[in-house]
């Protein structure tokens, strides 16, 4: 007999409708925040601007959007349209009328910014992590979503908001860059009648392809040499799907001149790795403090690996902060893939 898995939820229509009248009502004459997640992704940019955009079609006068940390925009997103609605955190309003939050599936992803929470009537959480805690006064999460962009595209639309040549970029970099250029499983037919939707308005494809995805300095590609090659890997890991995983520190960044961002794109050479399922890069953030990005083929349910070593994700991309050497990281991980399997 097969076990009924119940269909992760999709936000009902009354959360659309609370999501509809609450901004509403808060968004032409108030204060309007939105935020992001630490070390913002393309879908992280790209939804919040896409949004903020639509905000001022709407009326809005008085929108910022920003995210917790250190106020740097990675270099492939700095001309992303919107971005002039960027402030960094300690700008951003004590005491805004209304916060909308992108991409963020809890709270710890929100750094310092999570007190503006509390302060503001209402929260809107447009997201798709099925692991979304619910944080918002309204939390429209949609697990199915390709990315965050695709909320926001049925939110705008339900706004009556039209696409534009400059909400669609947004959008479109948001879904380009969690659907890994239209390529991974969640790469639905809906997935790619949205992005005829955004393509019909004009934007080019090519052009913020090569921008988000085939441009890096030259420094960059040889700081990858150097961290690609002390891979290793472990066949009999993951009850023999097999792991390969490597490390990048501080020093490799400064000896090749590099902003921490570059890294974002490195588990992409390392997990196309043939002979194994998951694959594994650790990021120094500071002193014994590394940044932990896991991805699967489908073997392994990484979300749940992270959440059991407290971070969080989707089933084949996830991640978690990790303390000590990376060594002992990658052992704690490994412990836990065999328990973890689909
Ligand atoms: P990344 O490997 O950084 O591209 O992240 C892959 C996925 O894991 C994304 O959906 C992130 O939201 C999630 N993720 C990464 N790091 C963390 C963390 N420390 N806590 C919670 N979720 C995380
Ligand atoms: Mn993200
Ligand atoms: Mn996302």
Redesign the pocket.
Known sequence: MTEAVAAPAKPAAADWSAAVSTIRELAPAGRVLLIC?V?P?GDALGSMLGFALGLRRLGAAQVQATFPGEFEIPEPFTALPGLDLLVPEARAWPAPDLVLVF?V??E??LGALVDRLPAARATVVLDH?ASNTGFGSVNLVDPTAAATSVVVEELLERLDVPLDVEIAECLYVALATDTGSFRFDMTTPQVHEMAARLIATGLRPGEISRRIFDSRPFGAMKLFADVLSRAQLDPAAAAGHGMVWTYATLEDLERHDQRPYVL?AL?DPVRCVAEVDVSIVVKQQSDGVW?V??RSKGAVDVSAV?VALG????RL?????GHGAPGDIVIAVSDKLDNHLI
Do not use: K, L, Q, W
């Not at 971070?311 to 989707?314: A, E, N, S």
């Not at 991309?317 to 902060?321: E, H, K, Q, R, V």
């Open positions: 997640h070390n992704d991409d599936a809890a710890s992803r992590h974002d588990i940044a990005s896991m992270a971070g969080g994700g989707h991309a996830a991640g978690f902060t």
